[in-house]
Every structure is written in structure tokens, then in C-alpha cells.
């Protein structure tokens, strides 16, 4: 099994702010990937990195900037974002070619 | 295009009965099928997948679920439901090792309630 850890579990910030969601995987997958999900709603994919390069940016507001510093870990930064991005952030890992996703919890933004 | 289509939004069933969740695709080639469930406030856990071989495939809780490639579904079958089990399920799609980065196709999600 997959085991994948995103912290913090909740984070309020205000428009203004800048935080950083952080997810970690030990479990040598190759890609990982960030979703937001709303309440009742798919994920909707934003990043994946492959081999801790940029693959895939989904067209996402620069207000969001992620970072892969390794094979382990991934990091969302945030900044000057807007109350419509109050959501649950999901993290995922992946092995090459088998698609097989596997989820973190969750950090829960809500932004006032 | 590949799309992933959930028929029904809100499913409720009693505590002991059996559920089928329905999941329909549209790939051009033999996909990845995949089944998710994830509860309130929680991320999605991986309930089971197809890649090929056996068309009925075996996951955890005691569900499973059929590929059939004639009609293009891939529905989720459980034949005891418990109240736990209520939660969203989700149903997605992949492009297999063709793909670099195993980008997935979510459905829309199937809301579970369970009557006790």
C-alpha cells in the first residue's frame, strides 16, 4: 500500500498571506500531482510532476506556484489568493505507467 | 474524448441490501479503470482497479466490479451494504502506459446514503 501525508489538515489565511501545503510519499512513485476539490465535485487536476519535473499545469492562476525540491516531496505555495479557492487540496502519488493514484487526506483552505 | 459518466447522483439503499453504482466510459482504447470512495472531509481511497485479465475484479470492503468492453461500463457491486459505507464514490478512467504522467478522468461522483 501507498501511504501519502499532506499537512496541515486545516489552514485559514486571508488574502493577503502567503502559506505553503506540503505533501510527502515514501514510496518511490515516480509522478505526483495536486488537485482542489470542491464540496460534491470531482478533483479537478492543476499540477503534475514526473521524475520531480513539471509536466502538466492545468492553466492554473500563478497565485498558485507548486515546487517538487525531491522525489518525496511536493509543495503548494500560496499567495494573494481569493475567496473562491476555499477548498480541499488533494495530493497524490503514482508509480510509472500504471495510473494507479494514491491520495493524501487532504488540507482543507479556506481563505477569509 | 475520454469521459467518464456516473449516472446516478444520489443512490440510497438499506443497511444489508445489495448496490450496484453504475460507471460508463468513453476511451478509444483499453483502458485503466479505477474506483474511488472517499468520506466526508477525507481524501479518496482506492477501492479497486482493472488493468486487464479477469474482467471481474476483486477490492477491498467486499466490493467488486465487472469490466464489460461491449457496453463500455465498469459498475461497482457490493452484495451486503453497511452503514459505513455511506460516503461518494468515484469513478475514473486512465490512459495506461501509453500515458507519462497517468493523467485521470474522473466521473462526476455517486453520493451513498444508507438507511439503517
Same mark, same amino acid.
Given at each position: 500500500d501507498t501511504e501519502v501525508t499532506q499537512t496541515p489538515k486545516h489552514l485559514v489565511m486571508g488574502m493577503t498571506n502567503k502559506k505553503s501545503l506540503k505533501c510527502e510519499q515514501h514510496m518511490g512513485h515516480r509522478a505526483m500531482y495536486w488537485y482542489k476539490q470542491k464540496a460534491k465535485k470531482p478533483p479537478e487536476l492543476m499540477f503534475v510532476y514526473s521524475y520531480e519535473k513539471l @509536466?502538466?499545469? /492545468? @492553466?492554473? !492562476? @500563478?497565485?498558485f506556484s507548486p515546487e517538487c525540491p525531491n522525489s518525496s516531496l511536493l509543495n503548494l505555495h500560496l499567495h494573494a489568493?481569493? !475567496? /473562491?479557492?476555499s477548498a480541499l487540496y488533494l495530493c497524490a502519488a503514482s508509480g510509472k505507467g500504471t495510473d494507479t493514484q494514491y491520495f493524501g487526506p487532504g488540507t482543507r483552505l479556506t481563505v477569509l | 474524448a475520454q469521459s467518464v459518466t456516473q449516472p446516478d447522483i444520489h443512490i440510497t439503499v438499506s443497511e444489508g441490501a445489495s448496490l450496484e453504482l453504475r460507471c460508463n466510459y468513453s476511451y478509444g482504447a483499453t483502458p485503466y479503470l479505477f474506483w474511488y470512495v472517499q468520506s466526508p472531509g477525507q481524501g479518496l481511497q482506492l477501492l479497486l482497479k482493472y488493468f486487464s485479465g479477469d474482467t471481474l475484479v476483486q477490492g477491498i470492503k467486499g466490493f467488486e466490479a465487472e469490466f464489460k468492453r461491449s457496453q463500455s461500463s465498469f459498475n461497482l457491486r457490493k452484495p451486503s451494504v453497511h452503514w459505513s459505507d455511506a460516503a461518494e464514490y468515484f469513478c475514473a478512467v486512465g490512459a495506461g502506459p501509453s500515458s507519462n504522467t497517468g493523467k485521470l478522468i474522473f466521473g462526476q461522483g455517486t453520493t451513498l446514503q444508507v438507511k439503517p
Amino acid at each position: 500500500d501507498t501511504e501519502v501525508t499532506q499537512t496541515p489538515k486545516h489552514l485559514v489565511m486571508g488574502m493577503t498571506n502567503k502559506k505553503s501545503l506540503k505533501c510527502e510519499q515514501h514510496m518511490g512513485h515516480r509522478a505526483m500531482y495536486w488537485y482542489k476539490q470542491k464540496a460534491k465535485k470531482p478533483p479537478e487536476l492543476m499540477f503534475v510532476y514526473s521524475y520531480e519535473k513539471l @509536466s502538466i499545469n /492545468e @492553466s492554473v !492562476p @500563478s497565485r498558485f506556484s507548486p515546487e517538487c525540491p525531491n522525489s518525496s516531496l511536493l509543495n503548494l505555495h500560496l499567495h494573494a489568493l481569493q !475567496p /473562491e479557492d476555499s477548498a480541499l487540496y488533494l495530493c497524490a502519488a503514482s508509480g510509472k505507467g500504471t495510473d494507479t493514484q494514491y491520495f493524501g487526506p487532504g488540507t482543507r483552505l479556506t481563505v477569509l | 474524448a475520454q469521459s467518464v459518466t456516473q449516472p446516478d447522483i444520489h443512490i440510497t439503499v438499506s443497511e444489508g441490501a445489495s448496490l450496484e453504482l453504475r460507471c460508463n466510459y468513453s476511451y478509444g482504447a483499453t483502458p485503466y479503470l479505477f474506483w474511488y470512495v472517499q468520506s466526508p472531509g477525507q481524501g479518496l481511497q482506492l477501492l479497486l482497479k482493472y488493468f486487464s485479465g479477469d474482467t471481474l475484479v476483486q477490492g477491498i470492503k467486499g466490493f467488486e466490479a465487472e469490466f464489460k468492453r461491449s457496453q463500455s461500463s465498469f459498475n461497482l457491486r457490493k452484495p451486503s451494504v453497511h452503514w459505513s459505507d455511506a460516503a461518494e464514490y468515484f469513478c475514473a478512467v486512465g490512459a495506461g502506459p501509453s500515458s507519462n504522467t497517468g493523467k485521470l478522468i474522473f466521473g462526476q461522483g455517486t453520493t451513498l446514503q444508507v438507511k439503517p
